[in-house]
């Protein structure tokens, strides 16, 4: 009787909860309706994961077939998908995939033109109906949320509705983009840790032109040039991770971190004078960090040499 009561409880509060209203956050100056070109595959019983990641993948310019992704993301003990398959395997076919966490990231993507992969919980959250939508459009200045659902392509829902089912699954969302698009409204810290993502796919230089797209927005940011830098020293660029690492330590000059790849990197590269005055900087900042003076060590024991390197260097 208990356990009746408390369900019952539980069934009144989702109930209210269902009355209230939340306005939607589509921006003034947007149209009042939008609806993107998007494929559409059929969501076949316990695969809406597959079937939701080839129709966000066939929007960034990979056209797969829902059922060569069963593999990689369905699981047969939870018959259904997780979020991490679905983005482990769009980086697998080279695509950066970037999170939609918020009403007003939804909205930015869609008005830039980009669908919104969505995780949805359909029933409470102490009784989960989990589902994946895309999210193509929007219609009435964002009272009707428009998506590609289950088996119905293009199917109009009231946003209310909406974002309390992608509310219930703590808005988990993603975009992933065509090769050298970047998202709308992007974060630069957050699209830093997306493309280091990417690196560690199975098909690293997939990054590069995310990458190339990030730094000419960002040029000015710690975070870009030091990550740039790094790549760039991966793929053996070794002269152009060194202007980027420079180019950090100028944004940032606290940045032991950035300081002590400045160092290595002109350790490598046979240039003994300028590898002492970066790590002392770095060590100016962290004495102590065991990393730094591992690299200040392998810098003493350098000879002298005459640095390749020709121009100004820290």
Not at 260 to 282: F, G, P, S, T, Y
Not at 286 to 311: L, S, W
Request: proline fraction near 8%; charged fraction near 20%; aromatic fraction near 8%.
């Amino acid at each position: 009787m208990t356990h009746l009561r408390r369900l019952a409880a539980a069934l009144l509060a989702a109930g209210l909860t269902a009355c209230q209203t939340l306005p939607s956050p589509v921006p003034d100056e947007a149209p009042a309706s939008r609806q993107l070109d998007v494929p559409f595959y059929a969501q076949e019983k316990y695969q809406c994961g597959p079937a939701a990641l080839a129709m966000a993948l066939g929007a960034a310019g990979h056209e797969v077939a829902p059922a060569t992704l069963i593999d990689e993301v369905w699981l047969p003990e939870r018959k259904g998908s997780l979020a991490i398959e679905l983005r482990a395997a769009a980086r697998a076919r080279e695509r950066l995939v970037y999170p939609v966490d918020t009403p007003n990231q939804l909205f930015a993507q869609l008005d830039a033109g980009q669908p919104v992969l969505v995780m949805q919980n359909l029933a409470f959250s102490f009784w989960p109906q989990w589902h994946f939508a895309v999210v193509i459009g929007y219609a009435e200045n964002g009272e009707r949320v428009i998506l590609h659902t289950g088996t119905d392509r293009g199917d109009g829902t009231h946003w209310n509705r909406f974002v309390r089912t992608w509310a219930r699954a703590d808005y988990q969302g993603m975009v992933v983009l065509p090769p050298g698009e970047l998202p709308a409204k992007a974060e630069p810290q957050k699209l830093v840790r997306a493309l280091n993502d990417l690196e560690q796919s199975p098909s690293p230089e997939a990054a590069l032109p995310y990458w190339q797209a990030t730094v000419e927005r960002w040029p000015d940011k710690y975070l870009v040039q030091f990550g740039w830098g790094n790549l760039q020293w991966n793929r053996g660029e070794k002269e152009d991770a060194i202007r980027a690492f420079q180019k950090a330590v100028e944004i940032r000059p606290e940045a032991a971190s950035a300081w002590n790849n400045l160092a290595e990197a002109w350790r490598q590269m046979d240039c003994a004078e300028r590898a002492h005055k970066a790590i002392e900087q770095a060590l100016q900042v962290e004495p102590t960090r065991q990393a730094i003076q591992d690299t200040r060590d392998q810098i003493k024991a350098m000879p002298e040499h005459q640095c390749p390197i020709t121009g100004s260097g820290q």
